[in-house]
T-cell receptor
Framework: GNSVTQMEGPVTLSEEAFLTINCTYTATGYPSLFWYVQYPGEGLQLLLKATKADDKGSNKGFEATYRKETTSFHLEKGSVQVSDSAVYFCALSDRSTGNQFYFGTGTSLTVIP | DTAVSQTPKYLVTQMGNDKSIKCEQNLGHDTMYWYKQDSKKFLKIMFSYNNKELIINETVPNRFSPKSPDKAHLNLHINSLELGDSAVYFC?????????????FGPGTRLTVL
């Protein structure tokens, strides 16, 4: 079946630190992979996505590469800011089941000045 | 120009009451979803409608009933509310054809059952 395993939080970093949030997946087909971000009190926003192996998604300084060989889609940012404090969700989309999404459990990030 | 909107944003009610949450999308998507997010931020898919037809119906108490009057709307009605229904409910929408499968989320409805 399909599932997403995400690094547990919470994660606390100092401003300008390097961020990695690990995400691995299992899938029966060829899924698309996503990172969503949820700021306090808001809905989920798409941060980046990748639709096939070796694709790199990037946005706002965040990057993630679709690694089929390791079934991973780790989120990275070279220098975090206080405004990056949020909950980050890794997800996969399975076209064979009507684009049903499978979400990870979310990782809470707090960046301190 | 809000893409996915939900009303109300906050809903406080007593146990046993019946309530509805409304969702509308103006993105022209053919599929809409309801998710429940618990206090630990875990997201659970509840329902999915494609062109007004139910396509995903996860294990959810039958007190929850979705209704889709048209492709742009998916409402959630909850009967006999219980304490455990307290959560944030998110509506989302997407295409299910043409290769564009990103889901777009509404701002959420925080339901508190007293």
């Amino acid at each position: 079946g399909n599932s997403v395993t995400q690094m547990e939080g919470p994660v606390t970093l100092s401003e300008e630190a390097f961020l990695t949030i690990n995400c691995t997946y299992t899938a029966t087909g060829y899924p698309s992979l996503f990172w969503y971000v949820q700021y306090p009190g808001e809905g989920l926003q798409l941060l980046l996505k990748a639709t096939k192996a070796d694709d790199k998604g990037s946005n706002k300084g965040f990057e993630a590469t679709y690694r089929k060989e390791t079934t991973s889609f780790h989120l990275e940012k070279g220098s975090v800011q206080v405004s990056d404090s949020a909950v980050y969700f890794c997800a996969l989309s399975d076209r064979s089941t009507g684009n049903q999404f499978y979400f990870g459990t979310g990782t809470s990030l707090t960046v301190i000045p | 120009d809000t893409a996915v909107s939900q009303t109300p944003k906050y809903l406080v009610t007593q146990m046993g009451n019946d309530k509805s949450i409304k969702c509308e999308q103006n993105l022209g998507h053919d599929t809409m979803y309801w998710y429940k997010q618990d206090s630990k931020k875990f997201l659970k898919i509840m329902f999915s409608y494609n062109n007004k037809e139910l396509i995903i119906n996860e294990t959810v108490p039958n007190r929850f009933s979705p209704k889709s009057p048209d492709k742009a709307h998916l409402n959630l009605h909850i009967n006999s509310l219980e304490l455990g229904d307290s959560a944030v409910y998110f509506c989302a929408s997407s295409f299910t054809s043409g290769g564009e499968d990103t889901q777009y989320f509404g701002p959420g409805t925080r339901l508190t059952v007293l």
